[in-house]
Every structure is written in structure tokens, then in C-alpha cells.
């Protein structure tokens, strides 16, 4: 099992440009998650998907982000444009429908705006 | 709705100290609860689990109790390590996305 895989591990960019970061989920695994880390505001839950479909987007920020599951074994999250407010961790997470399942976690995409 | 509320941080203690995290959680039913950990620079992973009343749940030497009569949930550890130093989050599941606590900033000083 090689967990959730996140990809760029880093990534800094300039003010305006887009970003896009992405997450292959666990194998078999019918939730996806993205979550976002600052220091001011904790872990905030952005979007999840079900089955590849978006259940709940109240979590994005404003338009500049969207998110897309185009396939069970991979999501995108993009930021256009980008804003040095955007400047985090962007975690992704995944989990089998199973009831009472834990949640599984990417190491991270650290987010630099500049 | 579920909540999950934690002790507010930052912790600070030193080493060989014993450790306790407060956890209580609002929810309907009697879901598991979990304790994830998230070290420097990596993201969370599961640290322990309990999956009904009374269970408990232990790993790395931390241990949590299920209690249903008092919803608390909380991390203990006899004698903490500086590679102890992490943030600690609660959790449950709620009806299809996982409900955290805000997380506890917890260092060890040797």
C-alpha cells in the first residue's frame, strides 16, 4: 500500500499564476479529501468527493479554486489565479466507505506565493 | 452536529513528564473516535483508535478511553520523548466527512 500520494511536495510560484496540485487517493478508497493548513486557521476541509463526485464545496475559498476527480485514482486542485493569501499546506485524504473509517493522509503540497 | 472539542495548546513538558490531551465530543450515536498525530513537515497520520464505549485504544505508548458517560476521549502517556513533540488532533467520523478537533501543539523538552 503506498498511501496517498501528493505531488508537487513543494511548489512556490509567483503572485497570478496558476497552481495546480495533485493527489492519487489509496486503491479502493470511495472518499476524497482536501484539506487546507495554516497557522492562523488550523486544518480546514476544502472539498471531498464521493465515488468521483463532489459532495460538498462549501469548504473553497472563492472561485479562484476548484477541484476535479476525473477518475477514482486521481484529483486535481487548482488555484487560478493565484494569491500570496493562499500560501499553506494543502493536504489530501482519502478513506474506504466503510463505516467509521479513518481517514488516510498525503504528506502535503507546501504552497509559497510570492 | 458532531463536534469535537481539545484542550487548547500550546503544551510544553519535559521529558519522562506524563502527558494528558482532553478530548469531548458532541455526536449522535456512538461513533469511533480517533487521535491523529502530524510530526514536522508530514501530514497526519492515525495514532490510535476506539471503536465503541469502554474500548481502548492504545499505540506508541499513548492510550485513550472511550468514555460514553463523561464523551471524553482523552490522551494519556506515562513518559513522553522529545520525538513526542507533534500536533495531536481528535476525531470522529461524522455522517460522511471526519469532524476534528482544532489540534494541540504539544513540545518536549529534553
Known amino acids: 500500500d503506498a498511501g496517498v500520494i501528493q505531488s508537487p511536495r513543494h511548489e512556490v510560484t509567483e503572485m497570478g499564476q496558476e497552481v495546480t496540485l495533485r493527489c492519487k487517493p489509496i486503491?479502493?478508497?470511495?472518499?476524497l479529501f482536501w484539506y487546507r493548513q495554516t497557522m492562523m486557521r488550523g486544518l480546514e476541509l476544502l472539498i471531498y468527493?464521493?465515488?468521483?463526485?463532489?459532495?460538498?464545496d462549501s469548504g473553497m475559498p472563492e472561485d479562484r479554486f476548484s477541484a476535479k476527480m476525473p477518475n477514482a485514482s486521481f484529483s486535481t486542485l487548482k488555484i487560478q489565479p493565484s494569491e500570496p493569501r493562499d500560501s499553506a499546506v494543502y493536504f489530501c485524504?482519502?478513506?474506504?466507505?466503510?463505516?467509521?473509517?479513518?481517514?488516510?493522509f498525503g504528506n502535503g503540497t507546501r504552497l509559497t506565493v510570492t | 452536529g458532531d463536534s469535537v472539542t481539545q484542550m487548547e495548546g500550546p503544551v510544553t513538558l519535559s521529558e519522562e513528564a506524563f502527558l494528558t490531551i482532553n478530548c469531548t465530543y458532541t455526536?449522535?450515536?456512538?461513533?469511533?473516535l480517533f487521535w491523529y498525530v502530524q510530526y514536522p513537515g508530514e501530514g497526519l497520520q492515525l495514532l490510535l483508535k476506539?471503536?465503541?464505549?469502554?474500548d481502548k485504544g492504545s499505540n506508541k505508548g499513548f492510550e485513550a478511553t472511550y468514555r460514553k458517560e463523561t464523551t471524553s476521549f482523552h490522551l494519556e502517556k506515562g513518559s513522553v520523548q522529545v520525538s513526542d513533540s507533534a500536533v495531536y488532533f481528535c476525531?470522529?467520523?461524522?455522517?460522511?466527512?471526519?469532524?476534528f478537533g482544532q489540534g494541540t501543539r504539544l513540545t518536549i523538552n529534553p
Open positions: 485524504a482519502s478513506r474506504p466507505d466503510r463505516k467509521n473509517s479513518p481517514l488516510h
Open positions: 486503491s479502493g478508497h470511495n472518499s
Open positions: 468527493f464521493n465515488n468521483n463526485v463532489p459532495i460538498d
Open positions: 455526536a449522535t450515536g456512538y461513533p469511533s
Open positions: 476506539a471503536t465503541k464505549a469502554d
Open positions: 476525531a470522529l467520523p461524522g455522517a460522511q466527512k471526519l469532524v
